[in-house]
Structures are given as C-alpha cells and as structure tokens.
C-alpha cells in the first residue's frame, strides 16, 4: 500500500500562489505517472496536471501558464506550484500516482480557498 500525504492548500487572495506537496511512502522514479486532480463543491473531480513516466506533462486547459507540476525523485515528492489563482481554482486538490502495476492511489485531500 502506498500513502500520499499532501500539504500547502489554504487561503489566498486572487493573483496569489500557493505550491502543494505530496510526500510518497515509496519511491516515485519508476511509476508511471503521477498527477494532481481538484474537485470544486458539487461537481467531479478533474485532471490538472500529470507527469508520465517519460517526463511528459499534461496541463488541464483551465491552469496552462499558470501551474508547474514538477517532482523530486530524491525526495518521493510531487509538486504543484500555482500562481496567478482565480477563485475558480477553488477546490479541494488531490495527489494521485499511477503504479507500475497500474495500481492508483490517492491523497487525503487539500483545500485550496481563492477568495478576496
């Protein structure tokens, strides 16, 4: 069983940033992908970012130019660096990783307020 634990959600002010983490319990070198999902109240959780396992990254439409996913591999650690927040980034942010086993896990949750 693999554990992500996620920190860095909280409230900020439109225009703000904030940078999510998520420490693995394993490492994270081989999997084959590893990605940050959010979910706004009353609606489906939804792709942002995603690394795979070649390095290539995926922008949801919505946070291109604005998100940097990026992880450490030393450290078993994913990122999410988020600048230039509109309220409509409000959501809770899940961490997610894709096995070399096509096993899926997930964070606990972190919410992330933008609001003025």
């Known amino acids: 069983q693999v554990q992500l634990v996620e920190s860095g959600g909280g409230l900020v002010q439109p225009g703000g940033s904030l940078r999510l983490s998520c420490a693995a319990s394993?490492?994270?070198?081989?999997?084959?992908?590893v990605g940050w999902y959010r979910q706004a109240q009353g609606k489906q959780r939804e792709l942002v970012a995603a690394?795979?396992?070649?390095?290539?990254?995926t922008y949801d439409d919505s946070v291109k130019g604005r998100f940097t996913i990026s992880r450490d591999n030393a450290k078993n650690t994913m990122y999410l660096q988020m600048n230039s927040l509109k309220p409509e980034d409000t959501a809770v942010y899940y961490c997610?990783?894709?096995?070399?086993?096509?096993?899926?896990?997930w964070g606990q949750g972190t919410q992330v307020t933008v609001s003025s």
């Open positions: 997610n990783l894709l096995s070399e086993w096509y096993s899926n896990y």
């Open positions: 690394i795979g396992s070649g390095g290539t990254t």
């Open positions: 394993r490492s994270i070198s081989d999997v084959r992908r």
